[in-house]
Structure formats: C-alpha cells, structure tokens
C-alpha cells in the first residue's frame, strides 16, 4: 500500500492531514523526541507536542513526559487497530437500534433493449439461485453464464438445461459435468428463457441472442402467478424437443429436498441404478387446509419428464408412487391437483 493510501485512510478515522503526516514520522522513529518528530513531519514542535496528546487518546501513541525531554512512542500498530475495531463494534447496538430495515423487491416487469444485458441478468439471477433453475440458451453463449450454472449446482441447485444451436453429436457430455442437474441439446435456434424459484422468469426473442445488432427487446417479470407459465412453456415446448446429452450421477442418501423436483430427478436416478428407496414427505392431502403431515412408503414408481425416457402423462408431471402402510400414493409437488398428496419436503432413504 503506498502512502497515499495510506494517508487516506487514516484520513477516514478523523485525522487531518498534518496529524495523519506526523502520526507517520513517529510510525516510522518509533520512538523519538518532539523536535526530531517535527523535523521528518515539517511541522512546528509545539504543533507536534498537542497532536501527540490527541493521538494518544486514540490510542496511537504514548507520550513519556515524566523524562526530560518527553518522549513520544508508537503503539503496536495490531493495537492500534484493535482499538480502532473495539470502537467500531461499540457502535453497532446504536445503529442497530435506529436502522430500519427494508425489503427490495425486484421490479415486476423490465424490458431490456440489449444482448448484453440480458446475459447480466441471467448471470445475476443464477447467482441468487436457491432451488430451481430452467435455462434454455444457445450453446455459443454458455461460456457466459457457465460459472453461475457450476455454482448453483454446488449449491444443490436442480439446473435443468436446454443448449440450441447446436447437434447431439457436435457436443460431448464431460464438458457438462458439474454445469448442470441435466443437459439438452436442439440443433435449432429456440428463444432464451430462464426462470429461477418459481419466482423469477426472463424470456428473450431469438434473434435478440444470437444477432448483436437485433432491435428485438426481452423482458423480465418477477410475479409468481407468471413464473409457473413459463416454466410449462419451458417443459411442454422446448424440452421435450431437445435430445438429453448429460445427465448427473444419483447423490448420497439420506438426503431431504425442498425442491419437489430435484426429489423427483434423484428417485429416477436411484430407481434406475436398481436401488430400493422410501420417501418421507411432509405436506398434506391435495385440496385440504389441514396443518402438515407425513406419508411415508416405499418408492415403486415416478412420473416425469426431467430424465429419457418420459413417464409422464402431461408436461408438467412430476410425481412419486409410494406404497404405504394403507395402499399406494401419488405425491406431486407445490399446485399439485392430480396426486394424492402435496409434499412441501421429501427424504430420499435406501431401503432397509
């Protein structure tokens, strides 16, 4: 760091220039008399006797005035900034009490006019990602947003992924190892969609994407009652055209999930392996306001479109078929209006 910086910073806990300045030349004596601090400082001696006193009540220096002459000595600076910390921290009891906190909420609707920002956005929200991901984008462009897809996919995020542009055979499944829960590909050009939690969704024109010059203009919309149309859009029209390329390994179990989905992706992934599996969900019956329950049974059956091949009867569908202690039960996620059974959680357990 170079003295300027230095100075600035300092600066920033109320010294003034010529105090930051003398403070310096004692840092760097030591310890030293007044009228040698004054001479490497260039400033007066008594100017240096009243500012080692200020510094001395803030903890920077000592001051040994019982020797003759006084002599002025620099605290460790680890000291120094433990002092400075201790009375930083003093003021968070103070502040807290008086910060009023605010939610910010994402704007409803936003419409973009650029490629390049659309890509922020996407990047942004993958990012904030907690659950639930749909993405279709052209293969030309995952570089872009292939760091947020790997992180969220640490996170424990379902990342289900439509590359366009591109054929079946031009690509190979390692280089989506780690990018993705699941992988297609559509040799043909599709719109850009993303929709993040259920709660977020961005749709972008084809040639927004792939022509840098297009005056075609996406939008953003952040309402839950729009999120869901998407993402069947996402399910019913894109997805089942694409041809599956990657598709990630079963993970460790016991394993609880909040997104009904990712449940659905693991239990057809461990069924498919020849593992024996039970499910305990928490939720309630389809239709009803009762508080929660559980239901739990053996995992003998799943509906879905996520992995080839389908077993879905319509889009949407996800599913698990449980054979409980009272006979079989079908569990849908959040909406669920064919099923049984609403789950909020499921835990995913190899049978005993």
């Keep these: 760091m170079d003295d300027r910086t230095l100075s600035g910073l300092l600066r920033q806990f109320g010294l003034s220039e010529k105090e930051v300045d003398t403070y310096l030349a004692i840092l760097e ?7 040698t601090i004054a001479d490497d400082a260039g400033v007066s001696k008594r100017y240096v006797y ?14 040994n005035d019982h020797v003759v002459p006084t002599m002025i000595r620099a605290n460790p600076p680890e000291r ?9 921290e003093t003021m968070r009891p103070a502040l807290d009490e008086r910060y009023s906190a605010t939610t910010s909420e994402p704007d409803q609707f936003e419409v973009i006019k650029s490629r390049v920002t659309v890509i922020k956005r996407i990047q942004n929200r993958l990012a904030a990602a907690n659950e639930e991901v749909t993405l279709s984008i052209p293969y030309e462009h995952l570089p872009e947003v292939a760091g947020e897809l790997e992180s969220a ?10 590359l366009s542009g591109v054929h079946r055979d031009d690509v190979d499944e390692a280089e989506f190892e780690g990018l993705a829960s699941t992988v297609r590909v559509w040799r043909e050009p599709m ?91 928490t939720g309630r019956p389809v239709g009803e306001e009762a508080d929660p329950t559980t239901v739990e049974g053996s995992v003998i059956d799943v509906r879905q479109s996520l992995l080839e091949p389908a077993s879905n009867a319509f889009p949407v569908e996800a599913a698990l078929v449980l054979e409980t202690e009272d006979g079989e039960v079908t569990v849908g996620g959040s909406g669920s209006f064919v099923e049984d059974f609403e ?7 190899f049978a005993q």
């Design 29 to 35: 004596q030591g310890e030293a008399k007044a009228s």
């Design 50 to 63: 009243s500012t080692s006193e200020k510094l001395a009540e803030r903890g920077f220096v000592e001051v």
């Design 80 to 88: 120094v900034i433990g002092t400075l910390a201790d009375r930083v």
């Design 153 to 162: 996919v640490e996170r424990g995020v379902l990342v289900l992924l439509v």
């Design 191 to 281: 719109p850009t969609t993303l929709t993040v939690d259920k709660q977020f969704g961005l749709v972008a024109p084809t040639e927004m994407i792939v022509r840098s010059n297009s005056d075609k203009q996406a939008i953003t919309f952040a309402q839950e009652q729009l999120v869901p149309v998407l993402v069947g859009s996402f399910f019913g029209n894109y997805w089942p055209m694409a041809n599956e390329v990657y598709a990630t390994e079963p993970v460790a179990l016991p394993k609880t999930f909040d997104d009904f989905r990712s449940a659905v992706l693991q239990a057809t992934l461990h069924l498919r392996k020849g593992n024996s599996i039970t499910a305990r969900v």
């Design 343 to 349: 789950a909020e959680a499921v835990t995913l357990e």
